[in-house]
């Protein structure tokens, strides 16, 4: 009897740690001057749509809770599936990856997950839940990363790139400190070195007021960024603004690509703007400009935000808050993964003939 189960625990170490990396990257991502590139060659290659140059954008969705948890009692049944009547993150993450491939047919190269998720509620002014993959002092948790191998390695598989954001505001206090959070930084940046597939983004929305620590704001996070490429020189690292904003110089003279947000734009042309004035700042240099939040849609129109990013030759992401109720949206748990509803159509078949997929 002891033998047995001496040989059950052995086999489930062993199924963990190979969840926890990948035996031999098939994806890796890189930047040439303005352009991604996926295992050398650029991205949508050859690929122009009504005029517009494609190769070399990477087209992606804001998918942020694929590894959601609520480790909140108080709050983990606002969550719950409707079938099951309670909340399950392995479920979450299992549905997620079955979705992954269908994506990946309609031309979606990258997703944005996020240690620290996004608003379960779509937008929140408070945020009693406990959505972190860090402890306090910075080191990981576990149960989080293990989740976040099983896609990093799915997304390896099918050619994909995964944006990882490391904080998101209203869970970054779940840091006890400063050196927590640069604690924090080392460890993710150093876990993920066995993935090519991987882009960093420090912190959604660096310039939102509600961070806790100074250092995650836009005035230091230059320092984390910074720290990130100290750790792991191989993974391309930059961070967001908020919606309708600019990064800052110091945040352009450090990333190696750039972050926008389209929330809050609500005419196309400031999405082209934006880009344009991006390009100007003093400390900008040849990298590519990418939209990683957008909460505009209008795909069957002509004119909408989408198309206005690919006509400045910036990449573009999709974000669909919905609501919690299994059936809208990609960032309210219980997320139904599925390509369901007419908003995720319209963007995937839009997406899908831009791409030429």
């Known amino acids: 009897m002891q033998r047995r189960n001496f040989l059950t625990t052995l086999a489930a170490v062993a199924i963990t740690a190979k969840q926890s990396t990948v035996a031999a990257p098939r994806t890796s991502v890189s930047i040439q001057g303005d352009r991604f590139f996926i295992n050398g060659r650029p991205t949508y290659a050859g690929r122009t749509f009504k005029g517009m140059r494609i190769e070399g954008l990477l087209m992606n969705s804001r998918m942020v809770q694929g ?26 993450t299992r549905e997620f990856i079955a979705a992954m491939p269908e994506w990946r047919k309609h031309g979606l190269l990258a997703i944005t997950l996020n240690l620290q998720g996004g608003s379960p509620q779509g937008y929140s002014k408070e945020q009693p839940w406990y959505n972190s993959a860090f402890e306090a002092d910075g080191t990981l948790n576990k149960a989080y990363m293990r989740r976040l191998a099983r896609i990093l390695n799915k997304a390896d598989a099918l050619g994909m790139v995964v944006i990882l954001g490391y904080f ?4 970054d206090q779940r840091l006890q400190d400063e050196e927590a959070v640069k604690r924090g930084v080392v460890n993710a940046t ?6 090519r597939n991987v882009l960093i983004e420090i912190a959604n929305e660096c310039d939102n007021r509600a961070y806790d620590h100074a250092i995650i704001k836009k005035d230091r996070i230059h320092e984390l960024i910074k720290l990130a490429k100290s750790v792991n ?3 391309p690292v930059g961070t967001s603004f ?4 600019i990064p800052s ?9 750039l972050l926008l947000h389209g929330n809050g734009v609500t005419n ?8 344009n004035l991006t390009r100007r700042d003093p400390a900008y240099r040849p990298m590519p400009i990418l939209f990683n939040e957008d909460d505009h849609f209008y795909f069957d129109k002509a004119d909408n935000n989408m198309l206005k990013a690919l006509s400045a030759y910036a990449s573009w992401g999709y974000f669909d808050p919905g609501k919690s109720d299994y059936q809208d949206g990609y960032q309210c748990p219980p997320v139904n993964w599925g390509i369901n509803t007419e908003r995720k159509k319209g963007f995937f078949n839009l997406l899908k003939e831009i791409t030429g997929t």
């Open 249 to 257: 110089s110091n945040v352009i003279a450090a990333s190696d690509f």
């Open 67 to 92: 590894i959601y948890d609520d480790r909140n009692p108080e709050t983990r049944d606002r969550w719950k599936y409707p079938d099951t009547g309670k909340w399950d993150a392995e479920r979450n």
């Open 233 to 235: 020189n191989r993974v």
């Open 268 to 275: 196309p042309n400031r999405i082209a703007e934006m880009v």
């Open 190 to 195: 150093k876990w993920l070195q066995p993935w």
């Open 242 to 245: 908020n919606g309708n904003s």
């Open 168 to 171: 998101y505001f209203g869970q």
